[in-house]
């Protein structure tokens, strides 16, 4: 970790791991789900659970949710401007079993879909997300992100790989989760440049695949 890292982002409110991370959790959670949400069930672990109040945390994760950056003015009137947006927030505390002090499991609603979001802040704004749903990932979506649903089949992993390879953008890393062999499976790619939508499309177009979303850096 450098020195920027533990200084942290330029961000509102007194802790970048309390803060600056818990916008950035939200801004992800809200990239994921892919659409914007209309419900959100927060449950706090650890140290968010103790001190989000006191530490904005909790206006930190919606303003997350409503798409702010983590400079914007308006995170410290991120609960009051949910619901004028369309957006239902209920905070709970939970434990969450083995994760980092700074964890928080989101439920969100959309109009079309839901997903549940386990991330983790780990201080000077860095975060990472631990599950989507069922499937164990680990992503910071520092670099650009695909995030592919899929039934576990042979070849799916290659036709992705060779899509990306035919629009010259390089993997710098992947890793896929899946239920069991043969079910429900989870492909997440990271790239070193960034993913052209007209590749986005091409993997929707693909019979197998059920989903995918790209996150850019945020």
Do not use: W
């Not at 914007?36 to 672990?45: D, F, M, T, Y």
């Not at 899946?178 to 499976?185: I, S």
């Amino acid at each position: 970790m450098d020195a920027f890292q533990i200084i942290g982002p330029v961000m509102i409110g007194p802790s970048s791991s309390h803060t600056a991370g818990a916008v950035r959790i939200g801004r992800l959670a809200r990239a994921i789900l892919g659409e914007v949400p209309c419900r959100a069930e927060i449950l706090l672990h650890g140290s968010f659970a103790r001190t989000y109040r006191g530490h904005g945390t909790d206006r930190a994760l919606v303003a997350g949710l409503l798409g702010f950056n983590v400079a914007d003015e308006r995170v410290r009137e991120a609960l009051e401007l949910a619901p004028r947006q369309g957006l239902e927030v209920s905070f709970s505390e939970k434990d969450l079993g083995d994760v980092h002090p700074n964890s928080v499991q989101l439920n969100l609603k959309g109009k079309e879909r839901a997903v549940q979001v386990l991330a983790s802040s780990l201080g000077g704004g860095q975060v990472v997300i631990k599950k989507i749903d069922a499937f164990t990932v680990e992503m910071n979506c520092e670099l650009p992100t695909l995030v592919a649903a899929y039934p576990d089949r042979p070849g799916v992993i290659a036709t992705v790989t060779a899509l990306l390879a035919g629009a010259g953008v390089n993997i710098a890393g992947m890793r896929v989760s899946r239920q069991a062999a043969g079910q429900e499976a989870l492909m997440v790619v990271e790239t070193d440049q960034p993913v052209p939508p007209g590749l986005v499309a091409a993997m929707r177009s693909l019979p197998i695949i059920e989903r995918v979303i790209c996150i850019d850096p945020v």
